[in-house]
């Protein structure tokens, strides 16, 4: 109990080995190791602060740790903290993380004032981490001021993430032949920015191209005040402009964020509710030793015998 009470001060106090501490518990899929970091995040306390979740999504080689790395030195030099919640495709063999980001953003990673979190997928198709929620509040709880998650990229189901942030990116690059038709229409109505990064050098031309493109295309998105802009990571046209843009919805929004927030956490209640309701099942399965009838003609009523009798 003493250790955990230690650990809580020092996560409050900004302590960075006891955040990484806790996000890694929380991710802890053992039973056991569950239940008490439930107990622990029950307790947790959050400082009187408008901390700003944003989301990062876009193809592979868009350009997506570059931007969080350019936009973390802007931080930083406003002596804001930020912590980088980094998806990566999970390990077949280990379930760890398969990149890393640190190696990506080296100078902000060394800098004190930002945490970077590689976290592996863990088998989720959503582009995040089934504890992304969690390790945003443990986020908030040690005082950041800027949390950005970054996704794996573009998937059928990447929109996941914009039920638990405040602003959604995405960035496109010219160079992999996406195009309008290219790119989910759900994906373009969910952004609040389209950035198009590679915005220098003999692809300059290309990415102001698409940028304009999207800006033509703007019509998809019901999403009001949408930016749709080319960036450059390499000589940073444009990250002062999206960071700016970024400050000034946070300081305009802020009432409609959190009304936005009180929805997500509606549906973080039911997300927790089927994982509880499916480790119960799980269990009740392991308990009478009950395994399916491989052999059945009709899998509809092979189920329903296994399941009816745990729902009544």
Partial sequence: MNDIKNLERSLYSGDMRSLAKTITWAEDQRN??????????????YPDKKCLRIAITG???????????SIGQIVTSENKKIA????????????????GDKVRMEKLSAHNLAFIRPSPTQGSLTGINDRTREAMNLCEAAGFD????????????????????DLFLLIISPLTGDSIQGIKRGILELADAILVSKYDGDSKRQAEKTSNEYAEASHLSNKSNQLIRPISNLNGDGIKEVWDWIKTRQKDNWNSILER????????ILDLSREFVLREFHEYLVEKNITPNSEASDVYSAAEKISTPFFK
């Fill in 32 to 45: 056991e190791s569950r239940d008490k970091f439930i107990k622990f995040f029950k307790q947790l306390q």
């Fill in 59 to 69: 193809t592979p080689g868009s350009g997506k740790s570059s931007f969080i790395e």
């Fill in 84 to 99: 980088v919640l980094s998806i990566d495709p999970s390990s077949p063999i280990t379930g760890g993380s398969i990149l």
């Fill in 146 to 165: 800027y949390i950005f998650v970054e996704t794996v990229g573009v998937g059928q189901v990447e929109y996941k993430v914009s039920e638990m942030v």
């Fill in 261 to 268: 927030r009180k929805l997500q956490r509606g549906s973080w």
